[in-house]
C-alpha cells in the first residue's frame, strides 16, 4: 500500500472541521489541540449542524462562503464540502498535512461511520491523499467529559503523525464517557456492530399529525465486545482504522464466478430491445 511520508508537526498544515457547526464546543477544543501542535492552524467547518449528512456533496446549490476571522471561515453545506472548499479553494497555496475532524457531541462507532458527518470530512481528506483523524467524545445522557477528549487528542495525533500514513486511510478516535482520570488506556479496535439498530418513533407535530422521527441507536450493546464497541464499555479510547476502498476482496472470484457466464447482447438483440 502507498504510503504519505510525514513532515514535522510542529511544521505541519492542519485543517481542523466538524459536523457539528463552527460554533460547536468540540471544535473550539480541537482548534486549541491543533493550535498546542503547530502554529499553522485553518478551521473551516459548516455554518450550520450536519449531523448525519454523511459524505454528502452539496451539487444542486452554490455554497456560502464566509470569513469570520483569520483562518477561519463558514461554509453554507455539507463537512464533505468544507474539507473539499478548503483544499481545492480557500487554501490552494498549500494543502493541509493533515485533517482533523470533531470533537463530535457523541459517539461515531459502530454503524455511525456510515451516517456521520464527522468520519466523513476525515475520509474526504483521506481520498484527496491527506492523513486525517476523526474524533467524538462518547456521552452518556446529556454529560459530556470533553476534558477527556481534550487530554486525550494531542498525544494520540502525535503517535499516529509519525512515520508515514497508509493513503486513503484515516484514523477514527472516540473517547469514552468517563472524566480523563477514570480511562483506563487506549485500544486499537476493529469497527463494530449493535445489537440493535436505530429506531423510528411516532409523534405528533404541533398540529396533531403524525410524524416521524429517526432515533438512536437503543443500547451501544455490541455483537462483538473486541470491537470498538467494546473498547469504549471498557472505558478505553477506541482507535479504529478505516480504509477509503471498501471492496470485499475475498468476494470477487466468488461474484466474478457467479456472473462468468454472462454476456453482452449482440447487435440484434440490443436492436430488437431498442424497439
Known amino acids: 500500500m502507498a504510503k504519505v511520508a510525514l513532515k514535522d508537526l510542529s511544521n505541519a498544515r492542519i485543517l481542523v472541521s466538524n459536523d457539528d457547526g463552527i460554533h460547536a464546543p468540540g471544535l473550539k477544543i480541537l482548534e486549541r489541540v491543533a493550535r ?28 456560502p462562503l464566509h470569513k469570520i476571522g483569520p483562518r477561519r471561515f463558514a461554509v453554507g453545506g455539507t463537512p464533505s464540502d468544507c474539507v473539499l472548499m478548503a483544499v481545492k479553494h480557500i487554501i490552494m497555496d498549500r494543502a493541509p498535512d493533515l485533517v482533523l475532524s470533531g470533537v463530535n457531541r457523541g459517539a461515531n462507532l459502530g454503524e455511525d461511520v456510515f451516517y456521520s458527518g464527522t468520519v466523513a470530512a476525515a475520509r474526504e481528506a483521506a481520498l484527496l491523499g491527506i492523513p486525517a483523524i476523526a474524533f467524538s467524545q462518547v456521552r452518556k445522557g446529556d454529560t459530556l467529559h470533553w476534558k477527556t477528549a481534550e487530554k486525550f487528542a494531542p498525544q494520540i495525533i502525535r503517535r499516529l503523525y509519525s512515520g508515514t500514513w497508509p493513503k486513503s486511510i484515516l484514523m477514527n478516535v472516540n473517547f469514552p464517557p468517563i472524566p480523563p482520570e477514570q480511562v483506563t488506556g487506549v485500544k486499537v479496535a476493529p469497527q463494530g456492530r449493535r445489537l440493535e439498530h436505530t429506531q423510528i418513533k411516532l409523534a405528533k407535530d404541533p398540529y396533531g399529525r403524525d410524524v ?34 471498501s471492496t470485499d476482496m475475498p468476494a470477487l472470484p466468488q461474484t466474478a464466478a457467479k456472473l462468468s457466464d454472462l454476456k453482452p447482447a449482440g447487435k440484434a438483440a440490443r436492436k430488437r430491445a431498442a424497439g
Open 36 to 63: 498546542s501542535l503547530s502554529k499553522d492552524v485553518w478551521v473551516i467547518a459548516p455554518e450550520a449542524e450536519q449531523s448525519g449528512a454523511s459524505h454528502g456533496l452539496t451539487l444542486r446549490r452554490p455554497l
Open 212 to 245: 416521524l422521527w429517526v432515533g438512536d441507536f437503543p443500547t451501544d450493546d455490541p455483537q462483538d465486545p473486541n470491537t470498538d464497541l467494546g473498547a469504549i464499555l471498557e472505558n478505553m479510547v477506541s482507535v479504529t482504522p478505516l480504509e477509503c476502498d
